[in-house]
């Protein structure tokens, strides 16, 4: 069994930056592939960036040159890095665990608002 605990999420205004954290408990951790998604109001869930087994990143496009994803495997955590913060970056956004079976966070909610 694997959990996921989201961190960093809250306010900020357009322009800004946060830094999503999401730590993984269990085994197996270097070996799943981690993602971010994010759920914002009234639309489905939708892949903002993962990073591989070997450090191949990911991102979806509206996000690319913003967000950097990482992870640390001593640590078993991944990050998202968020800069240039626009309105429509408001969301919940939830951490992703594959390998073997798949994992999700509870969510943390990012609002990009002046």
């Known amino acids: 069994q694997v959990q996921l605990v989201e961190s960093g999420g809250g306010l900020v205004q357009p322009g800004g930056s946060l830094r999503l954290a999401c730590a993984a408990s269990?085994?197996?951790?270097?070996?799943?592939?981690m993602g971010w998604y994010r759920q914002a109001p009234g639309k489905q869930r939708e892949l903002v960036a993962y990073i591989s087994q070997s450090g191949r990143t990911n991102y979806a496009d509206s996000v690319k040159g913003r967000f950097t994803i990482s992870r640390d495997n001593a640590k078993n955590t991944v990050n998202l890095e968020m800069n240039s913060l626009k309105v429509e970056d408001t969301a919940v956004y939830y951490c992703?665990?594959?390998?073997?079976?798949?994992?999700w966070g509870k969510g943390t909610l990012v609002t990009v608002s002046s």
């Open positions: 269990g085994t197996g951790f270097s070996f799943a592939v």
């Open positions: 992703n665990y594959k390998y073997v079976s798949e994992y």
